[in-house]
């Protein structure tokens, strides 16, 4: 094929790689260890809507319930939410629908790999604002740079995905305000950090995207369920680039089954996460040469002396995991948070190949 044919923007972009993984232990993309049907009442819900919907009809284009019901879930009314096909999608919405070639996207650094990926299709440029020693990120930095730098786009990813660092409601607070431009929040990994959203910020920053997601707290990454949260006008010039019917019906239901039971989903699954992860944390730190990172996520990230010899130890072991090539990241590994027994052969792959008594 004619490469000339590809749009110039499209040229040079290298797409995201998702990894063949062939242990049966997953511990790489941060997904939830449990199913919507590990909860009876939950499946049998699911199980009932799905036989009482007629296949052959288009699905609502704006997932008109579904926004309704997780509207109530975040404290804002339907119109303020735009259902996506995970939050993947509301990613890309929000760079197709403000960003040009030319223009800027601000990131902090390391963070999720899309925000650039996305941007560079549109001929943006990622500008990345490093994190101090440890991972951490300063607020008056970033707010700092966005001042300076007037980017397009400013991201913050809160709890930040791959170092679990968070900031608190009034640091973005702080980052939204220092910018009269829009300011994508990535509130993915919220429901582990303990932390208030900063969706009710939208009734005072007309700025602001909040982006929320199915996929972590609620186990539903395969159903695609993201939503970004902002005023009226922000969410219909979001929904200016997406396709019509952009929400598949089956995922409609799967989103609405989970905000009807959604105390009981996460009474359930946040508790248990959080443990492990701080059963991790915990026992990482004990062995030799392993430093660990805190984070307020549903996952771990920690530097180990020798990251490929770890990646080998624990695929031995029939776990797969995200390591890194970017600099920054050298010998760090991300560890979703699951189960206990699933946390505690992690612990043990790692104290074998670094323990050297
Ligand atoms: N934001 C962050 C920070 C993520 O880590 C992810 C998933 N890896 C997403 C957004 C998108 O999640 P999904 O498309 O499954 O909703």
Known sequence: MNKEWIRTTLRQVEPYKVPVISESTVINAN???????????????????????????????YADDLRKALGEYVGCTPEEILVGNGGDEIIGLVCSTFLEPGDTILTHWPTFD?????????????????????????????GQAVKEKKPKVTVICNPNNPTGHLWSTDEVESIVAASDRPVL?????????GLESSIPLIRRYDNLIVLRTLSKAFGLAGYRIGYAVG??????ALALTK????????????????????????????????????FLARELKEIDGIRVYPSAANFILCRVPDGAAAVKALSAADIAVR??????????LRLTATTKDTAERIVAALRKEFSHA
Do not use: W
Not at 33 to 48: M, R, T
Not at 115 to 130: F, K, L, N
């Open 31 to 61: 997904e939830s260890p449990y199913s919507i049907f590990d909860f009876p009442a939950v499946k049998s819900d699911f199980l009932q809507r799905l036989e009482r919907l007629p296949s052959y009809r288009y699905p609502k284009p």
């Open 114 to 142: 899309i925000y650039g990926i996305d941007a560079s299709m549109t001929g943006a440029r990622e500008e990345r604002v490093p994190d101090k020693d440890g991972f951490v990120r300063s607020a008056e930095a970033y």
């Open 185 to 193: 929040v990535d509130e993915a990994y919220l429901e582990f950090s």
């Open 231 to 236: 005023q009226k006008e922000m969410i219909d």
């Open 243 to 278: 396709a019509t019917y952009n929400v598949n019906a089956v995922s409609q239901t799967a989103g609405l089954v989970a905000m009807a039971h959604r105390d009981e989903i996460l009474g359930f699954t946040i508790p248990r996460i959080v443990r492990t992860r701080d």
């Open 323 to 332: 390591s890194y090539k970017a600099s920054a990241l050298r010998h760090c």
